[in-house]
């Protein structure tokens, strides 16, 4: 590959200069052109000339939100340089998410792993969503279980023959209205009556014949998030 330049910043000096070394012995197409410890530092060196790639600490000086800033400001000035985030904020999921939409090429989660050459030529290739171990099983692991999450759902429409109007009336139950408010809705298409058949009609199929009586509708609702009808994830009343 062609040769690359590179600035670093980080804010533990230790840390700093293991990360240096790094570049200059596993990495050698890449010019170490500078190293920054503060946020006035790095813009210093920016000025004097722009690097094919930052990699970037998130905490800088106790601060999280200052590398997040630092990235958003370089994705709109720089749309072509590549960002590599390097940060010990390892449990800090939500600040991944931001420093992602901020326009980060990669993140590299700091867990006694040094920082790996193929990580960096990755992201100098052009890949996107660069991560190293330690996040990917955390996405992996999310992945998982929001895919079991939808199967499951789709199966318990399926085996309660739950059709489009029951998962509707059931949703704004437990969203809190009442069956008047249910049949005012655009898309139901029911008055009071019928829905008070349609929540008895749901009760027989999703209780057994020795439970059903005095369901009321929020033991109804309980039923329907035990069986993976209605997901609380996705708990939000239809548009008027």
Known sequence: MEPFKVIIVEDVKLELK?????????????????????ESEFWKLMRVQVPDLVLLDLGLGGSTTVGVDICRQLRSRYSSLKILIF?????NERLWVEVLGAGADGIILKTGNLLQRDDVMLVMHGRHYVFNEPILEKIITRFKKLVNGETEKSDALINYEIDEYDERFLRHLALGYTKEMISNLRQMPFGTKSLEKRQADLISRLFPSSERTGVNATRLVTKAFQLHILDINNLLPDED
Do not use: W, Y
Request: aromatic share 4%; glycine share 12%; proline share 4%.
């Open 18 to 38: 293991g990360t240096e070394q790094i570049f200059r012995s596993d990495i050698p197409e890449a010019e170490v052109i500078g190293t920054a410890q503060n």
């Open 87 to 91: 940060t010990g904020e390892v449990l």
